[in-house]
Protein backbone atom coordinates (compact mmCIF):
# COMPACT_ATOMS: atom_id res chain seq x y z
CA UNK A 1 0.00 0.00 0.00
CA UNK A 2 1.46 3.13 -0.60
CA UNK A 3 2.37 6.23 1.75
CA UNK A 4 0.21 9.28 1.52
CA UNK A 5 -3.10 7.78 0.45
CA UNK A 6 -6.59 9.25 0.79
CA UNK A 7 -9.40 7.31 2.33
CA UNK A 8 -12.61 9.18 2.03
CA UNK A 9 -16.77 8.57 2.51
CA UNK A 10 -16.23 4.92 2.06
CA UNK A 11 -17.12 1.61 4.36
CA UNK A 12 -14.17 -1.41 4.49
CA UNK A 13 -15.90 -3.32 7.26
CA UNK A 14 -13.91 -6.37 7.65
CA UNK A 15 -10.98 -5.57 5.50
CA UNK A 16 -7.82 -7.32 6.18
CA UNK A 17 -4.64 -4.91 6.15
CA UNK A 18 -1.23 -7.59 6.08
CA UNK A 19 2.35 -6.76 5.92
CA UNK A 20 1.78 -3.34 4.88
CA UNK A 21 2.76 0.37 5.64
CA UNK A 22 -0.59 3.16 5.83
CA UNK A 23 2.02 5.73 6.80
CA UNK A 24 0.93 9.10 6.22
CA UNK A 25 -2.36 7.74 5.44
CA UNK A 26 -5.85 9.71 5.62
CA UNK A 27 -8.72 7.72 6.38
CA UNK A 28 -11.64 10.44 7.11
CA UNK A 29 -15.30 9.45 7.84
CA UNK A 30 -14.56 5.81 7.01
CA UNK A 31 -15.73 2.41 8.29
CA UNK A 32 -13.51 0.24 9.51
CA UNK A 33 -15.56 -1.98 11.76
CA UNK A 34 -14.57 -5.63 12.36
CA UNK A 35 -11.28 -4.67 10.56
CA UNK A 36 -7.78 -6.11 10.87
CA UNK A 37 -4.40 -4.99 10.89
CA UNK A 38 -1.98 -7.15 11.23
CA UNK A 39 2.18 -6.49 10.53
CA UNK A 40 1.00 -2.92 9.64
CA UNK A 41 3.20 0.54 9.76
CA UNK A 42 0.61 3.23 10.83
CA UNK A 43 3.29 6.18 11.22
CA UNK A 44 2.18 9.38 10.79
CA UNK A 45 -1.60 7.95 9.71
CA UNK A 46 -4.31 10.41 10.28
CA UNK A 47 -7.51 8.78 11.24
CA UNK A 48 -10.36 11.19 11.19
CA UNK A 49 -14.86 10.61 12.35
CA UNK A 50 -13.33 6.93 11.76
CA UNK A 51 -15.37 4.01 13.10
CA UNK A 52 -12.83 1.58 14.63
CA UNK A 53 -15.35 -0.84 16.43
CA UNK A 54 -14.59 -4.58 16.28
CA UNK A 55 -10.66 -3.22 14.85
CA UNK A 56 -7.82 -5.14 15.96
CA UNK A 57 -4.17 -4.31 15.53
CA UNK A 58 -1.43 -7.04 15.73
CA UNK A 59 2.58 -6.51 15.27
CA UNK A 60 1.60 -2.57 14.78
CA UNK A 61 4.20 -0.13 14.24
CA UNK A 62 2.12 3.12 15.84
CA UNK A 63 4.77 5.48 16.61
CA UNK A 64 3.91 9.21 16.73
CA UNK A 65 -0.39 7.95 17.02
CA UNK A 66 -2.32 10.05 18.61
CA UNK A 67 -6.18 9.85 19.74
CA UNK A 68 -7.90 13.13 21.17
CA UNK A 69 -3.90 14.66 21.14
CA UNK A 70 -3.20 11.67 23.42
CA UNK A 71 0.42 9.92 22.27
CA UNK A 72 -1.29 6.10 22.50
CA UNK A 73 2.54 4.63 22.96
CA UNK A 74 2.89 6.67 25.94
CA UNK A 75 -0.61 5.71 27.12
CA UNK A 76 0.02 2.05 26.58
CA UNK A 77 3.64 2.27 28.13
CA UNK A 78 2.09 3.88 31.11
CA UNK A 79 -0.75 1.28 31.41
CA UNK A 80 1.58 -1.39 30.84
CA UNK A 81 3.69 0.34 33.75
CA UNK A 82 1.05 0.74 35.86
CA UNK A 83 -0.24 -3.09 35.96
CA UNK A 84 3.02 -4.45 36.24
CA UNK A 85 3.86 -2.28 39.46
CA UNK A 86 0.53 -3.03 40.88
Known amino acids: MD ?3 RF ?3 RIDGAVFRDCSVA ?3 FDDINLAG ?3 VNVSLKRATFTNVDLSGVTI ?5 EGLT ?3 HDIQAL ?3 ELARTKSG
Open 58 to 62: DDANI
Open 3 to 5: DGR
Open 24 to 26: GAT
Open 35 to 37: STF
Open 76 to 78: IRA
Open 8 to 10: ENR
Open 67 to 69: IFG
